[in-house]
């Protein structure tokens, strides 16, 4: 623990004692990066990597002759198709002199020019000059203008802070919030493991909510209550509740009697509700449909609506677009007093701006072309088409996990991942003791070795103590899925078989 | 289990127990913990802090310490008062921020025709993809696209692109003629966020303190005070054109450790920032010897290693000498160096892309800092594009090759001249003296300024050049840095402005200056 094992900290604080120069290695280095754990790019994605090299460089001995990564929810890798409006406006962005070329019209639609102008008059210095640190104004109204749609609630674009991906609002709303070891974020388990990294990277602690998987992983508020009770009374104070919705690795959306509670709760409580909104066009079960918080709460009656602090964070990278690589984001706050904003600013203005090419892509997604315009019909085409397609895979790989022994599999009701839990035989959890892992990662590590499926293991998450679960993906291309799916029954089969085995002959 | 754990389990509720028993321990940790605390225990009836005040739960007075306290001057209480006066109307000049393209810089056209191929694939495909651009463009493009596995819309590698951390290390080894390793590079989303990470990992607490020259680029002081550490300021002498004075800084560091602080590592900046001084190599070789001496981490902080305006002091990277220098330094100085595309004549600041290599890094620590920027993901493939091209500009005998020659040495010849136009205009003036600008984008002039300015401005609560740029914006639109903003000797006064103010603009600029200053200096006779 840390002041058991700290005796360089001791050292450091037993001041005034000449500090002699310590050269730079893991034990100098800030403990609070140490500590810090990323599951998604943990040991299983590292050896993936290894394998697309081996298998890059042609060498044979491998079980497998394609490494399919279902571990991280990165569309285009798997070859999905950014949407073509998106990418034409971008592009003329980066080189306008290509709107003056006379075969522009002919490749671009008259709506793609008419947006990259709007866009370049009103963005002093273009893509490569540093923006406002908050985002480029026209952008920012923009992303407003969605967001009001949305909802049908009014959005001032000062609110708006657009980031390099949903990540840095977390980053920055931990710094922010988290003084000590002292201040607890309450976060759900499992949890996607951004939140406990930077819990950490900050030196808060996690306290943790489980998700009732019996009950379509929502959360309760009796056992909200429970542990904030606990915490307070150990002299902790809990400052945030993390809400992931749709939920990731869990998959599940949320309705609205639900959002209501946790609201309230966190009023009584008086927390920051940190919505964690990026996959808020991934919804695929009949009957359910994405309610912003924001929205919820400015329904609530005055009583909420003027009072429960929101970060309310979404990004490009999911959705039906799917731009990872573009680095996009934003978060908008409600109910921040002005000089945290200011406070805010300040944050974003260290890092100058965000990368100028993901802003204009938050705010093209967030305001696309409209019925009518020259771009619509193909838009709609292709977001249709992905969205169709995702729902297709989901139920697919539900229905497969379902099939297996001993596996259960909720409903993929929105996000891009399905979360099943695994019942191993008791052999596979002693031969994962013994490597001092849970069973679930040498389930995760044999899947990879034997198929090239890469995917992470529950235990990343958090998860119940004594349940195993597996995280993947639905995000390989159709016409790969089927052999994914394949490759992973038979792979269990065999799994269950060799330690059912093993067991019976111990 | 440790005994603060047996005694939490015992006291626990029903989940807290579930969650001891159930999270996996980081490796020497108590292997019951992820107990939620790895904290001393608070008194049994300690009260718990407010969590509200005033009605607001996130209140600045509840906020995290170290964030309120950090200041950043590049957009701090000048650039807030041009803010108010743009929205009310006021056209200004914006020389606070090395931002070229924002005041009319164009960007170099072969970067940017790649760029726009990349980011739209299916133009490749198009049949009058021939038409709308060169050869070697279209082939650039798509030798990237196939670097990026076809998908730029995708996460990479948390480092960056293999293949364009591969261009960066033969880059590096053309330049310094020193094998460069790309395992040991990270791409980064602009410079800044290496620096961050780097601060991020080295500080542990306050006691942990940074060598930063002062006059220093606030993102040091700030990014410091943000994660908690301390910065220990080394004073550059003006008189003898921002030298180092190492039997001084030698003197600080003793000190500073007999108080018991620990000394982390050492920021330069070369060319300098705000101060456009040049390293010679001698001065480098004595850096490098310090900082084998003294045991602290080299942060090189070489990001506008292409903007030179004189031919006395090429630039030198600091990776070069240590390989000059040979054994005991080359292999044991560690050094992290810092690039960017935002500078140069590419200027392409909006793009965010960036690099930092690290020499001699215990490999422990690599992984490490690999893990923290994995929390993020991955750089934005815009911003590594831009580095690859930068890296690997066209060659002679391609078909971009003469036009891309001309913009790169049209654009460096032009910041040349307006290095020296804005220099020479500053020190035309009664009461301001100004080293020449030997590099980077700026020129920080000194102020002397007459006793009753300096009255005025403590009246007014202002430091006196904070004062001064305040008028300097209000009556004529030009936004600068006052150089308290970055540090400077006590009793001086300074501003920063960059000299990018567009070429044909400049004689304008400099005359507007110098009238404000003459009445400025009048006023306060």
């Known amino acids: 623990m840390l002041h058991s094992s700290a005796s360089a900290e001791q050292l450091c604080l037993a001041s005034p004692v000449r500090r002699e120069p310590e050269p730079v290695s893991v034990k100098t280095i800030n403990h609070d990066v140490v500590a810090a754990e990323y599951a998604v790019r943990g040991a299983i994605a590292i050896k993936s990597t290894a394998y697309q090299e081996q298998l890059k460089e042609g060498k044979d001995g491998l079980p497998f002759d394609k490494v399919y990564q279902c571990n991280i929810g990165n569309p285009q890798i798997l070859g999905q198709k950014p949407i073509s409006f998106f990418r034409q406006v971008l592009s003329l962005c980066e080189y306008p002199e290509l709107m003056e070329h006379p075969a522009a019209a002919d490749i671009y639609p008259p709506d793609a020019i008419a947006r990259a102008k709007e866009y370049l008059d009103n963005i002093p210095g273009g893509v490569g000059a540093y923006s406002e640190s908050k985002g480029a104004v026209i952008l920012r109204q923009h992303v407003a203008k969605g967001i009001a749609e949305r909802d049908g609630h009014p959005c001032n674009f000062e609110d708006l802070w657009l980031t390099d991906g949903a990540s840095p609002g977390v980053h920055y709303m931990m710094k922010t919030l988290l003084r000590n070891e002292q201040d607890c974020i309450l976060c759900p388990i499992p949890q996607y493991p951004l939140y406990s990294a930077t819990i950490k990277l900050y030196g808060g602690t996690l306290l943790p909510y489980f998700l009732e998987e019996g009950r379509d992983w929502q959360a309760t508020v009796a056992h909200l209550q429970e542990q904030v009770d606990t915490a307070r009374s150990q002299g902790k104070q809990v400052r945030a509740l993390v809400v992931i919705n749709p939920g990731n690795p869990t998959g599940q959306v949320l309705d609205w009697e639900n959002q209501e509670l946790l609201i309230k709760f966190c009023k009584q409580e008086q927390l920051v509700l940190l919505a964690d909104e990026v996959y808020q066009t991934n919804i695929y079960a009949a009957g359910r449909e994405f309610l912003s918080f924001k929205k919820v709460l400015m329904e609530m009656g005055p009583e909420y609506s003027g009072h429960v602090p929101l970060v309310s964070m979404n990004s490009i990278s999911k959705g039906y677009f ?19 904003k200011d406070q805010l600013y300040k944050v974003a203005s260290i890092s100058l701006c965000p990368n100028v090419s993901g802003q204009i892509c938050m705010a093209l997604i967030m305001n696309p072309p409209q019925p009518g315009d020259p771009s619509h019909e193909l838009f709609a085409k292709e977001r249709d088409g992905i969205l169709e397609s995702l729902k297709r895979r989901a139920e697919l790989v539900v229905d497969t996990f379902r099939s297996m022994e001993g596996v259960s599999c909720n409903e993929v009701e929105g996000s891009m991942y399905a979360f099943p839990r695994l019942t191993v035989p008791p052999a596979a959890v002693k031969a994962a003791a013994n490597q001092g892992k849970p069973a679930d990662f040498l389930y995760c590590m044999e899947l990879l070795d034997q198929t090239g499926i890469v995917t992470v293991p529950g235990s990343g998450f958090g998860q119940e103590p004594g349940t195993f679960h597996v995280r993947t993906t639905i995000l390989p291309p159709e016409a790969d899925m089927a052999q994914v799916v394949q490759k992973f029954s038979e792979f269990h089969e065999s799994f269950m078989r060799r330690y059912k085995g093993e067991n019976g002959g111990s | 289990m440790c005994v603060r754990c047996i005694a939490k389990a ?64 590049v957009r701090g209480e000048l650039y807030m008062k041009a803010m108010e006066l743009q929205k009310a109307g006021k056209e200004l000049i914006f020389t606070n921020v090395g931002n070229p393209q924002q005041l009319g810089q164009l960007p170099i056209k072969f970067n940017r025709e790649v760029t726009s191929l990349v980011v739209a694939p299916f133009l490749l495909d198009h049949p009058a993809v021939a038409s709308l651009y060169p050869k070697d463009v279209i082939e650039r493009a798509r030798k990237l696209n196939k670097m990026f596995g076809g998908a730029v819309g995708a996460y990479t590698d948390s480092r960056g692109n293999a293949g364009v951390r591969q261009e960066v290390a033969d880059f590096i080894k053309r330049r310094d003629g020193y094998p460069s390793n790309p395992e040991h590079i990270f791409l980064t989303d602009g410079a800044s966020v290496a620096v961050r990470l780097l601060l991020n990992a080295l500080i542990r607490d306050s006691n942990d303190h940074i060598l930063v020259p002062i006059p220093q680029y606030p993102l040091y002081s700030a990014s410091i005070q943000l994660y908690g550490g301390t910065l220990l300021g080394y004073n550059l002498k003006e008189q003898t054109g921002w030298s180092m004075d190492f039997n001084e800084i030698t003197r600080s560091v003793n000190e500073a450790r007999n108080r018991g602080a620990c000394v982390r590592g050492m920021v330069f900046i070369n060319p300098g920032n705000p101060t456009g001084q040049c390293l010679t190599e001698d001065n480098l070789r004595d850096l490098v010897k310090f900082a084998h001496q003294e045991k602290v981490v080299l942060m090189a902080d070489e990001v506008y290693q292409p903007n030179i305006y004189q031919d006395e002091k090429p630039f030198v990277s600091a990776k070069k000498v240590l390989g000059d220098l040979g054994v005991p330094y080359s292999n044991s100085v560690e050094l992290a160096s810092f690039h960017t595309v935002s500078k140069g004549v590419l200027g392409e600041c909006g793009l965010r892309g960036g690099y930092v290599e690290l020499t001699n890094f215990h490999p422990g620590t690599i992984d490490e800092l690999y893990k923290a920027v994995s929390i993020n993901l991955s750089p934005n493939t815009v911003g590594q594009v831009a580095m690859s091209l930068m890296v690997n500009p066209p060659q002679p005998g391609q078909e971009s090759y003469e036009q891309w020659k001309k913009e790169h040495d049209e654009g460096l010849a032009s910041l040349r001249r307006r290095a020296h136009a804005m220099t020479d205009g500053f020190n035309s003036l009664e009461g301001v003296t100004c080293t020449f600008t030997e590099g980077a984008m700026y020129s920080f002039p000194r102020l002397h300024l007459p006793p009753k300015a300096i009255a ?32 400077q000797e006590e009793g001086t006064f300074h501003l920063r402005t960059t000299i990018l103010p567009p070429e044909e603009k400049i004689q304008d600029f400099v005359k507007l200056f110098q009238d404000f200053h003459k009445k400025f200096m009048a006023k306060y006779a």
């Not at chain 2, 509720?13 to 980081?26: E, K, N």
């Not at chain 2, 940790?29 to 608070?42: D, I």
């Not at chain 2, 009260?47 to 200041?71: F, I, M, T, W």
């Not at chain 2, 914006?473 to 308290?484: Q, R």
Request: charged share 20%; with cysteine; hydrophobic share 40%.
């Open chain 1, 322 to 340: 799917g731009e990872c690589g573009r680095r996009g984001g934003y978060f908008e706050l409600v109910n921040f007093p002005q000089d945290v």
């Open chain 2, 10 to 73: 015992r006291t626990a509720g029903r989940a807290v127990q579930a969650l001891l028993q159930g999270w996996q321990a980081p490796a020497g940790a108590c292997r019951t913990a992820r107990c939620f605390s790895s904290l001393p225990e608070p008194a049994v009836d300690a009260p718990a802090r407010p969590n509200e005040l005033e009605g607001k739960v996130a209140h600045p007075s509840l906020l995290n310490e170290d964030l309120l306290k950090a200041q950043y001057a």
């Open chain 2, 456 to 487: 005025a401005a403590k009246a007014a609560g202002k430091p006196a050049d904070t004062f001064y740029c305040l008028q300097l914006l209000e009556e004529t639109g030009i936004v600068t840095v006052p150089g308290s903003g970055f540090g």
